[in-house]
């Protein structure tokens, strides 16, 4: 799943749940110009 919030223009979010259970959850993607 990946979320974006209207806040936070440069972030995505990105939720992983597969894998090793200390890798999963929610990853911020920092992104820019």
């Known amino acids: ?3 974006f ?3 936070r223009m440069n ?3 990105l939720y992983q ?3 090793d259970l ?3 959850g929610f990853k ?3 992104t820019g110009p």
């Open 1 to 3: 799943m990946i979320r």
């Open 5 to 7: 919030d209207q806040e």
């Open 11 to 13: 972030e995505l979010y």
């Open 17 to 19: 749940d597969t894998g």
């Open 22 to 24: 200390a890798e999963q």
């Open 28 to 30: 911020t993607i920092l």
